[in-house]
Protein backbone atom coordinates (compact mmCIF):
# COMPACT_ATOMS: atom_id res chain seq x y z
CA UNK A 1 0.00 0.00 0.00
CA UNK A 2 1.39 3.41 -0.58
CA UNK A 3 2.58 5.48 1.67
CA UNK A 4 2.38 8.91 0.18
CA UNK A 5 -0.63 9.63 -2.12
CA UNK A 6 -0.74 13.31 -1.81
CA UNK A 7 2.23 15.97 -1.47
CA UNK A 8 2.85 19.50 -0.98
CA UNK A 9 5.52 21.13 -2.07
CA UNK A 10 5.90 24.90 -0.66
CA UNK A 11 8.79 26.46 -2.61
CA UNK A 12 9.07 26.22 -6.42
CA UNK A 13 12.45 26.87 -7.48
CA UNK A 14 15.82 24.60 -8.39
CA UNK A 15 14.97 21.91 -5.83
CA UNK A 16 10.98 22.55 -4.95
CA UNK A 17 10.26 22.36 -8.43
CA UNK A 18 12.80 19.30 -9.02
CA UNK A 19 10.67 17.51 -5.91
CA UNK A 20 6.80 18.30 -7.19
CA UNK A 21 8.58 16.55 -10.62
CA UNK A 22 10.02 13.36 -8.58
CA UNK A 23 6.47 12.74 -7.09
CA UNK A 24 4.05 13.82 -9.72
CA UNK A 25 6.35 10.87 -11.66
CA UNK A 26 5.67 8.51 -9.17
CA UNK A 27 1.99 9.06 -9.92
CA UNK A 28 1.40 11.23 -6.82
CA UNK A 29 -0.82 14.35 -6.72
CA UNK A 30 1.00 17.49 -5.45
CA UNK A 31 -0.17 20.92 -4.53
CA UNK A 32 2.11 23.94 -4.66
CA UNK A 33 2.77 26.96 -3.05
CA UNK A 34 5.31 29.56 -4.60
CA UNK A 35 4.38 33.73 -3.96
CA UNK A 36 7.02 34.11 -6.89
CA UNK A 37 4.86 35.47 -10.16
CA UNK A 38 6.54 33.03 -12.05
CA UNK A 39 6.74 29.76 -10.07
CA UNK A 40 4.14 28.03 -12.43
CA UNK A 41 5.87 28.73 -15.69
CA UNK A 42 9.00 27.39 -14.18
CA UNK A 43 7.73 24.72 -12.52
CA UNK A 44 6.29 23.54 -16.18
CA UNK A 45 9.55 23.58 -17.77
CA UNK A 46 11.26 21.86 -14.92
CA UNK A 47 8.63 19.24 -15.74
CA UNK A 48 9.12 19.23 -18.85
CA UNK A 49 12.41 18.37 -18.68
CA UNK A 50 11.82 15.76 -16.52
CA UNK A 51 9.32 13.86 -18.41
CA UNK A 52 12.43 14.08 -21.42
CA UNK A 53 14.81 12.83 -18.74
CA UNK A 54 12.24 9.78 -17.73
CA UNK A 55 11.69 8.93 -21.08
CA UNK A 56 15.03 7.93 -21.55
CA UNK A 57 15.33 6.72 -18.60
CA UNK A 58 13.41 3.91 -18.29
CA UNK A 59 10.78 1.91 -20.50
CA UNK A 60 8.71 0.33 -17.31
CA UNK A 61 5.30 1.81 -17.49
CA UNK A 62 5.31 4.99 -15.20
CA UNK A 63 2.14 5.45 -12.81
CA UNK A 64 -0.41 7.74 -14.27
CA UNK A 65 1.37 11.52 -13.81
CA UNK A 66 -0.13 13.02 -10.71
CA UNK A 67 -2.17 16.30 -10.67
CA UNK A 68 -0.31 19.21 -10.71
CA UNK A 69 -2.44 22.43 -8.51
CA UNK A 70 -0.90 25.73 -7.86
CA UNK A 71 -2.75 26.55 -4.67
CA UNK A 72 -3.09 30.29 -3.29
CA UNK A 73 -2.27 29.73 0.02
CA UNK A 74 0.45 27.75 2.09
CA UNK A 75 -2.45 26.40 4.31
CA UNK A 76 -4.87 25.31 1.07
CA UNK A 77 -1.69 23.35 -0.49
CA UNK A 78 -0.47 21.57 3.08
CA UNK A 79 -4.55 20.71 4.01
CA UNK A 80 -4.48 16.72 2.73
CA UNK A 81 -0.79 16.61 2.02
CA UNK A 82 0.36 12.83 3.36
CA UNK A 83 4.11 14.45 3.17
CA UNK A 84 4.79 18.37 2.79
CA UNK A 85 8.03 19.13 1.37
CA UNK A 86 8.91 22.76 2.17
CA UNK A 87 12.20 24.20 -0.15
CA UNK A 88 12.30 28.16 0.69
CA UNK A 89 15.50 29.59 0.36
CA UNK A 90 18.20 28.76 3.07
CA UNK A 91 17.14 31.53 5.91
CA UNK A 92 16.60 30.25 9.21
CA UNK A 93 14.49 32.81 9.69
CA UNK A 94 12.10 32.30 6.83
CA UNK A 95 12.21 28.33 6.89
CA UNK A 96 11.27 28.20 10.95
CA UNK A 97 8.31 30.73 10.18
CA UNK A 98 7.21 27.91 6.96
CA UNK A 99 7.54 25.14 8.72
CA UNK A 100 5.48 26.18 11.68
CA UNK A 101 2.91 27.72 9.54
CA UNK A 102 3.02 23.91 7.65
CA UNK A 103 2.71 22.53 11.31
CA UNK A 104 -0.30 24.61 12.40
CA UNK A 105 -1.98 23.43 8.72
CA UNK A 106 -1.49 20.13 8.16
CA UNK A 107 -3.23 16.79 8.82
CA UNK A 108 -1.63 15.51 12.35
CA UNK A 109 0.32 12.59 10.16
CA UNK A 110 1.69 14.31 7.80
CA UNK A 111 5.49 14.03 7.32
CA UNK A 112 7.26 17.52 7.42
CA UNK A 113 10.37 17.39 5.26
CA UNK A 114 12.81 20.57 5.16
CA UNK A 115 15.22 20.58 1.68
CA UNK A 116 17.76 22.28 3.99
CA UNK A 117 21.40 21.81 2.79
CA UNK A 118 22.74 22.34 6.24
CA UNK A 119 20.65 24.18 8.80
CA UNK A 120 19.91 21.59 12.12
CA UNK A 121 16.30 20.32 12.07
CA UNK A 122 16.83 20.42 15.98
CA UNK A 123 17.20 24.72 15.37
CA UNK A 124 14.45 24.09 11.89
CA UNK A 125 11.71 22.75 14.28
CA UNK A 126 12.17 24.72 17.56
CA UNK A 127 8.62 26.77 17.45
CA UNK A 128 6.71 23.61 16.33
CA UNK A 129 3.86 22.09 18.01
CA UNK A 130 4.19 18.97 16.48
CA UNK A 131 8.05 18.56 16.09
CA UNK A 132 8.30 15.11 16.05
CA UNK A 133 7.55 14.87 12.37
CA UNK A 134 9.32 16.68 11.17
CA UNK A 135 12.72 16.12 9.58
CA UNK A 136 15.51 17.43 6.81
CA UNK A 137 14.96 15.97 3.54
CA UNK A 138 18.16 16.69 1.77
CA UNK A 139 18.02 15.74 -1.78
CA UNK A 140 20.49 16.55 -4.87
CA UNK A 141 19.78 18.64 -7.83
CA UNK A 142 18.17 17.11 -10.44
CA UNK A 143 15.95 15.59 -7.54
CA UNK A 144 13.98 14.19 -10.07
CA UNK A 145 16.91 11.89 -11.58
CA UNK A 146 19.33 12.17 -8.39
CA UNK A 147 18.18 9.28 -6.45
CA UNK A 148 19.73 10.13 -2.93
CA UNK A 149 18.12 12.11 0.05
CA UNK A 150 19.70 12.74 3.35
CA UNK A 151 17.01 11.82 6.21
CA UNK A 152 18.24 13.84 9.41
CA UNK A 153 15.94 13.86 12.58
CA UNK A 154 16.42 17.31 15.25
CA UNK A 155 15.89 16.16 19.08
CA UNK A 156 12.29 15.93 18.38
CA UNK A 157 11.86 13.77 15.76
CA UNK A 158 10.52 10.50 16.38
CA UNK A 159 12.15 7.22 15.00
CA UNK A 160 9.07 6.21 13.41
CA UNK A 161 9.29 9.77 11.28
CA UNK A 162 12.23 8.57 9.86
CA UNK A 163 11.59 5.19 9.11
CA UNK A 164 8.05 6.77 7.57
CA UNK A 165 10.29 8.68 5.79
CA UNK A 166 12.67 5.95 4.07
CA UNK A 167 9.30 3.90 3.34
CA UNK A 168 8.21 7.20 1.31
CA UNK A 169 11.54 7.89 -0.30
CA UNK A 170 11.65 4.20 -1.07
CA UNK A 171 7.93 4.55 -2.92
CA UNK A 172 9.36 7.43 -5.37
CA UNK A 173 12.29 5.69 -6.59
CA UNK A 174 15.12 7.35 -3.82
CA UNK A 175 17.26 6.34 -1.74
CA UNK A 176 16.77 7.58 2.00
CA UNK A 177 19.94 7.24 4.01
CA UNK A 178 19.69 8.19 7.50
CA UNK A 179 22.40 10.16 9.10
CA UNK A 180 22.88 9.44 12.25
CA UNK A 181 23.60 12.84 14.32
CA UNK A 182 22.62 16.06 13.15
CA UNK A 183 25.62 18.56 11.88
CA UNK A 184 25.69 21.67 9.56
CA UNK A 185 25.80 20.80 5.78
CA UNK A 186 25.10 17.12 7.22
CA UNK A 187 27.65 14.98 4.85
CA UNK A 188 27.50 15.41 1.78
CA UNK A 189 27.88 19.42 1.35
CA UNK A 190 30.13 18.49 3.71
CA UNK A 191 32.07 16.52 1.09
CA UNK A 192 31.35 19.21 -1.50
CA UNK A 193 32.66 21.94 0.66
CA UNK A 194 36.01 20.62 1.00
CA UNK A 195 36.44 20.43 -2.99
CA UNK A 196 34.73 23.28 -3.59
CA UNK A 197 37.18 25.08 -1.02
CA UNK A 198 39.99 23.85 -2.54
CA UNK A 199 38.77 24.12 -6.16
CA UNK A 200 38.13 27.93 -5.42
CA UNK A 201 41.88 28.27 -4.61
CA UNK A 202 43.29 26.35 -7.35
CA UNK A 203 41.12 29.06 -9.64
CA UNK A 204 41.86 31.85 -7.28
CA UNK A 205 46.14 31.04 -7.70
CA UNK A 206 45.62 30.80 -11.24
CA UNK A 207 47.25 26.77 -11.05
CA UNK A 208 43.60 26.37 -14.21
CA UNK A 209 40.78 27.50 -15.01
CA UNK A 210 37.17 26.23 -14.55
CA UNK A 211 36.64 24.50 -17.57
CA UNK A 212 40.34 22.61 -16.77
CA UNK A 213 39.30 21.68 -13.12
CA UNK A 214 35.60 20.58 -14.11
CA UNK A 215 37.91 18.12 -16.69
CA UNK A 216 39.73 16.64 -13.96
CA UNK A 217 37.06 15.65 -12.28
CA UNK A 218 34.66 14.38 -14.67
CA UNK A 219 37.23 12.31 -16.77
CA UNK A 220 38.46 10.42 -13.89
CA UNK A 221 37.84 10.51 -10.27
CA UNK A 222 34.06 11.67 -10.71
CA UNK A 223 33.16 8.38 -12.78
CA UNK A 224 35.37 6.61 -10.19
CA UNK A 225 33.03 8.37 -7.71
CA UNK A 226 29.44 7.76 -9.88
CA UNK A 227 29.51 3.79 -9.25
CA UNK A 228 31.47 3.41 -6.41
CA UNK A 229 31.86 6.27 -3.60
CA UNK A 230 34.94 6.96 -1.98
CA UNK A 231 36.59 4.48 0.65
CA UNK A 232 35.52 1.24 -1.89
CA UNK A 233 37.53 3.22 -4.92
CA UNK A 234 40.52 3.85 -2.08
CA UNK A 235 40.21 -0.10 -1.02
CA UNK A 236 40.73 -1.01 -4.51
CA UNK A 237 43.65 0.96 -4.89
CA UNK A 238 45.17 -0.74 -1.84
CA UNK A 239 45.18 -3.61 -4.20
CA UNK A 240 44.94 -7.09 -2.70
CA UNK A 241 46.40 -6.16 0.69
CA UNK A 242 43.26 -3.69 0.99
CA UNK A 243 41.90 -1.01 3.01
CA UNK A 244 44.47 -0.88 5.65
CA UNK A 245 47.76 -1.06 3.33
CA UNK A 246 45.99 1.92 1.28
CA UNK A 247 45.63 3.73 4.59
CA UNK A 248 49.36 2.88 5.72
CA UNK A 249 50.52 3.98 2.24
CA UNK A 250 49.01 6.84 1.86
CA UNK A 251 47.57 7.86 5.26
CA UNK A 252 51.20 10.38 6.06
CA UNK A 253 50.40 12.04 3.19
CA UNK A 254 47.35 13.75 4.86
CA UNK A 255 50.00 15.78 6.99
CA UNK A 256 51.93 17.44 3.77
CA UNK A 257 51.34 20.75 2.98
CA UNK A 258 49.57 19.84 -0.18
CA UNK A 259 45.78 21.51 1.26
CA UNK A 260 44.03 24.94 2.26
CA UNK A 261 40.85 22.94 3.84
CA UNK A 262 41.40 25.79 6.55
CA UNK A 263 42.14 28.46 4.54
CA UNK A 264 39.12 30.27 3.43
CA UNK A 265 39.53 31.96 -0.16
CA UNK A 266 38.72 35.61 -0.16
CA UNK A 267 35.83 35.62 -2.71
CA UNK A 268 36.19 39.34 -3.16
CA UNK A 269 35.15 41.29 -6.59
CA UNK A 270 37.64 40.56 -8.89
CA UNK A 271 37.64 36.41 -7.94
CA UNK A 272 33.85 36.02 -8.48
CA UNK A 273 34.43 37.87 -11.37
CA UNK A 274 37.43 35.96 -12.88
CA UNK A 275 35.29 32.89 -12.06
CA UNK A 276 32.05 34.48 -13.91
CA UNK A 277 34.18 35.35 -16.98
CA UNK A 278 35.83 31.43 -16.80
CA UNK A 279 32.29 30.08 -16.34
CA UNK A 280 30.58 31.77 -19.49
CA UNK A 281 33.18 31.30 -21.47
CA UNK A 282 32.87 27.24 -20.41
CA UNK A 283 29.05 27.67 -21.07
CA UNK A 284 29.52 28.61 -24.95
CA UNK A 285 26.36 30.19 -25.04
CA UNK A 286 24.33 27.19 -23.79
CA UNK A 287 21.02 28.62 -21.80
CA UNK A 288 20.17 27.14 -18.11
CA UNK A 289 17.73 24.48 -19.46
CA UNK A 290 19.91 23.41 -22.47
CA UNK A 291 22.75 22.70 -19.73
CA UNK A 292 20.31 21.26 -17.67
CA UNK A 293 18.63 18.76 -20.48
CA UNK A 294 22.64 18.06 -21.09
CA UNK A 295 22.73 17.03 -17.71
CA UNK A 296 20.28 14.76 -17.65
CA UNK A 297 20.82 12.59 -21.00
CA UNK A 298 24.19 12.07 -18.87
CA UNK A 299 22.95 11.13 -15.54
CA UNK A 300 20.67 8.95 -17.21
CA UNK A 301 23.60 6.93 -19.48
CA UNK A 302 25.60 6.74 -16.26
CA UNK A 303 22.70 5.14 -14.37
CA UNK A 304 21.62 2.91 -17.44
CA UNK A 305 25.81 1.94 -17.95
CA UNK A 306 25.30 0.90 -13.71
CA UNK A 307 21.73 -1.07 -14.20
CA UNK A 308 23.70 -3.36 -16.41
CA UNK A 309 26.70 -3.95 -14.12
CA UNK A 310 27.46 -6.59 -11.23
CA UNK A 311 26.61 -8.95 -13.94
CA UNK A 312 22.97 -8.21 -15.25
CA UNK A 313 22.23 -7.47 -11.13
CA UNK A 314 23.21 -3.32 -11.44
CA UNK A 315 24.96 -1.75 -9.22
CA UNK A 316 24.78 1.34 -7.13
CA UNK A 317 22.39 3.99 -8.56
CA UNK A 318 21.88 1.45 -11.36
CA UNK A 319 20.77 -1.28 -8.98
CA UNK A 320 17.96 0.71 -7.39
CA UNK A 321 16.72 1.77 -10.62
CA UNK A 322 16.74 -1.66 -11.49
CA UNK A 323 14.59 -2.30 -8.53
CA UNK A 324 12.38 0.71 -8.68
CA UNK A 325 11.81 -0.87 -12.62
CA UNK A 326 10.69 -4.49 -11.02
CA UNK A 327 8.05 -2.57 -8.63
CA UNK A 328 6.79 -0.26 -11.56
CA UNK A 329 6.14 -3.37 -14.13
CA UNK A 330 4.47 -5.54 -11.41
CA UNK A 331 2.15 -2.44 -10.66
CA UNK A 332 1.50 -2.03 -14.02
CA UNK A 333 1.11 -5.87 -14.53
CA UNK A 334 -1.87 -5.80 -12.01
CA UNK A 335 -3.78 -3.86 -13.93
CA UNK A 336 -3.93 -5.14 -17.53
CA UNK A 337 -6.66 -5.61 -19.47
CA UNK A 338 -7.90 -8.48 -21.65
CA UNK A 339 -5.64 -8.51 -25.01
CA UNK A 340 -7.57 -8.30 -28.14
CA UNK A 341 -6.93 -11.38 -29.94
CA UNK A 342 -8.38 -10.04 -33.67
CA UNK A 343 -5.22 -8.45 -34.30
CA UNK A 344 -1.39 -8.39 -33.27
CA UNK A 345 -1.19 -7.60 -30.27
CA UNK A 346 -0.11 -3.76 -29.22
CA UNK A 347 1.78 -3.84 -26.26
CA UNK A 348 4.79 -0.72 -25.93
CA UNK A 349 4.18 2.65 -26.75
CA UNK A 350 6.98 5.10 -26.59
CA UNK A 351 9.08 7.88 -28.13
CA UNK A 352 12.84 8.50 -29.63
CA UNK A 353 14.86 10.30 -26.71
CA UNK A 354 17.76 12.05 -27.49
CA UNK A 355 19.29 9.26 -26.30
CA UNK A 356 18.31 7.00 -28.33
CA UNK A 357 19.99 9.03 -31.59
CA UNK A 358 23.04 9.40 -33.91
CA UNK A 359 25.01 11.77 -35.30
CA UNK A 360 21.85 12.10 -37.92
CA UNK A 361 19.29 13.03 -35.44
CA UNK A 362 17.77 8.76 -36.48
CA UNK A 363 17.42 6.17 -34.09
CA UNK A 364 20.85 4.53 -33.61
CA UNK A 365 20.28 0.91 -34.75
CA UNK A 366 20.87 -0.99 -31.39
CA UNK A 367 18.16 0.87 -29.93
CA UNK A 368 15.91 -0.78 -32.60
CA UNK A 369 17.14 -3.88 -30.69
CA UNK A 370 16.43 -2.56 -27.48
CA UNK A 371 12.63 -1.78 -28.41
CA UNK A 372 12.33 -5.34 -29.39
CA UNK A 373 13.80 -7.20 -26.41
CA UNK A 374 11.12 -4.68 -24.28
CA UNK A 375 8.56 -5.70 -26.26
CA UNK A 376 9.37 -9.51 -25.84
CA UNK A 377 9.30 -8.80 -22.71
CA UNK A 378 5.80 -7.19 -22.63
CA UNK A 379 5.10 -10.40 -23.86
CA UNK A 380 6.44 -12.65 -21.73
CA UNK A 381 4.59 -10.71 -18.87
CA UNK A 382 1.18 -11.04 -20.89
CA UNK A 383 1.67 -14.99 -20.59
CA UNK A 384 3.18 -15.21 -17.02
CA UNK A 385 6.42 -14.76 -16.93
CA UNK A 386 7.23 -12.35 -14.85
CA UNK A 387 10.25 -11.17 -12.39
CA UNK A 388 8.64 -13.75 -10.00
CA UNK A 389 8.60 -16.05 -12.68
CA UNK A 390 12.65 -15.15 -13.57
CA UNK A 391 13.21 -15.34 -10.03
CA UNK A 392 12.23 -18.72 -9.07
CA UNK A 393 14.45 -20.19 -11.87
CA UNK A 394 13.15 -19.89 -14.93
CA UNK A 395 12.94 -17.94 -18.44
CA UNK A 396 12.62 -18.08 -22.08
CA UNK A 397 16.09 -17.11 -23.83
CA UNK A 398 16.17 -15.34 -27.23
CA UNK A 399 18.29 -17.72 -29.66
CA UNK A 400 17.57 -16.10 -33.33
CA UNK A 401 16.85 -12.84 -34.56
CA UNK A 402 16.22 -11.37 -38.00
CA UNK A 403 15.91 -7.76 -37.84
CA UNK A 404 14.61 -5.33 -41.01
CA UNK A 405 15.35 -1.77 -41.43
CA UNK A 406 12.69 -0.90 -43.48
CA UNK A 407 12.28 3.29 -42.50
CA UNK A 408 14.25 5.84 -40.25
CA UNK A 409 12.73 6.41 -36.89
CA UNK A 410 13.74 10.39 -35.75
CA UNK A 411 13.88 12.08 -32.37
CA UNK A 412 10.92 12.80 -30.99
CA UNK A 413 8.88 10.57 -33.43
CA UNK A 414 6.21 8.61 -31.53
CA UNK A 415 6.19 4.86 -32.13
CA UNK A 416 4.21 1.21 -31.01
CA UNK A 417 4.92 -2.28 -31.63
CA UNK A 418 2.92 -5.12 -32.40
CA UNK A 419 3.68 -8.45 -31.66
CA UNK A 420 1.55 -11.74 -33.81
CA UNK A 421 2.41 -15.33 -32.59
CA UNK A 422 3.77 -17.70 -35.59
CA UNK A 423 4.00 -20.63 -33.61
CA UNK A 424 4.98 -22.28 -30.06
CA UNK A 425 4.98 -25.95 -28.62
CA UNK A 426 5.89 -26.87 -25.63
CA UNK A 427 9.80 -25.37 -25.43
CA UNK A 428 9.35 -22.42 -28.56
CA UNK A 429 8.03 -18.93 -29.33
CA UNK A 430 8.10 -18.15 -32.75
CA UNK A 431 6.32 -14.08 -32.69
CA UNK A 432 6.51 -11.66 -35.65
CA UNK A 433 7.24 -7.85 -33.85
CA UNK A 434 6.99 -4.60 -36.20
CA UNK A 435 7.82 -1.21 -34.87
CA UNK A 436 5.28 1.19 -36.31
CA UNK A 437 4.97 5.21 -37.06
CA UNK A 438 1.76 6.06 -34.15
CA UNK A 439 0.65 8.91 -36.20
CA UNK A 440 0.57 6.87 -39.47
CA UNK A 441 1.21 3.16 -38.58
CA UNK A 442 3.63 2.96 -41.00
CA UNK A 443 6.12 0.00 -40.32
CA UNK A 444 9.36 1.03 -39.61
CA UNK A 445 11.31 -2.19 -39.06
CA UNK A 446 10.58 -5.70 -38.53
CA UNK A 447 11.81 -8.75 -36.20
CA UNK A 448 11.88 -12.53 -36.58
CA UNK A 449 12.41 -13.94 -33.26
CA UNK A 450 12.58 -17.48 -31.61
CA UNK A 451 12.62 -17.67 -28.19
CA UNK A 452 13.59 -20.98 -26.00
CA UNK A 453 12.04 -21.53 -22.44
CA UNK A 454 14.76 -22.89 -20.47
CA UNK A 455 15.81 -23.83 -16.22
CA UNK A 456 18.40 -21.07 -15.74
CA UNK A 457 20.24 -23.21 -12.96
CA UNK A 458 20.48 -26.12 -15.06
CA UNK A 459 21.50 -24.02 -18.26
CA UNK A 460 19.06 -26.13 -20.53
CA UNK A 461 15.33 -25.92 -22.76
CA UNK A 462 13.04 -27.42 -20.38
CA UNK A 463 9.52 -27.53 -21.45
CA UNK A 464 7.22 -24.73 -20.05
CA UNK A 465 4.45 -24.87 -17.04
CA UNK A 466 0.74 -26.01 -18.27
CA UNK A 467 -0.67 -22.44 -17.52
CA UNK A 468 2.13 -20.52 -19.29
CA UNK A 469 1.25 -22.90 -22.29
CA UNK A 470 -2.09 -22.51 -22.11
CA UNK A 471 -1.93 -18.78 -21.97
CA UNK A 472 0.23 -19.52 -25.53
CA UNK A 473 -2.01 -21.87 -27.27
CA UNK A 474 -5.05 -19.31 -26.94
CA UNK A 475 -2.04 -16.83 -28.87
CA UNK A 476 -1.24 -18.75 -31.54
CA UNK A 477 -4.61 -20.53 -31.82
CA UNK A 478 -6.32 -16.80 -32.52
CA UNK A 479 -3.14 -15.70 -34.85
CA UNK A 480 -3.32 -18.64 -36.89
CA UNK A 481 -6.23 -16.72 -38.11
CA UNK A 482 -4.13 -13.56 -39.37
CA UNK A 483 -2.76 -13.11 -42.40
CA UNK A 484 0.88 -13.89 -42.38
CA UNK A 485 2.72 -11.03 -42.37
CA UNK A 486 5.22 -9.85 -44.82
CA UNK A 487 8.90 -10.67 -44.47
CA UNK A 488 8.26 -13.90 -42.67
CA UNK A 489 11.13 -16.70 -42.84
CA UNK A 490 13.15 -14.31 -45.01
CA UNK A 491 16.96 -14.55 -45.08
CA UNK A 492 19.34 -11.94 -45.04
CA UNK A 493 20.17 -10.75 -47.95
CA UNK A 494 16.81 -12.07 -50.01
CA UNK A 495 15.57 -10.29 -53.08
CA UNK A 496 12.38 -8.14 -52.27
Not at 77 to 104: C, F, G, H, N, Y
Not at 252 to 266: A, E, G, I, N, Q
Not at 337 to 361: E, F
Request: some cysteine; charged content about 25%.
Amino acid sequence: MSLVKKAACIGGGVIGGAWVARFALAGIDVKIFDPHPESERIINEVMANAERAYAMLTMAPLPPKGMLTFCGSLAEAVADADWVQESVPERLDLKRRILTEIDAAARADALIGSSTSGLLPTELQAQMKHPGRMFVAHPYNPVYLLPLVELVGGKATSAATIERAQRGAEQIGMKGVVIAKEIEAFVGDRLLEALWREALWLVHDNICDTETLDDVIRYSFGLRWAQMGLFETYRIAGGEAGMRHFLAQFGPCLKWPWTKLTDVVDLDDALVEKIGTQSDRQAAGRSIRELERIRDENLVGIMQALKGGNGGKGWGAGKLLADFETKLWANAGGAQRSPDLSAPLRLVNTKVSAAWVDYNGHMTEHRYLQLFGDTSDALLRMIGVDFTYVEAGHSYYTVETHIRHLGEAKLGQELFTTVQIIAVDDIRIRYFTKIHDAASGKVLATAEQLMLHVDSNAGKSVAAPAAVRSKLAGLADAHAKLEQPDGLGRHVGQKR
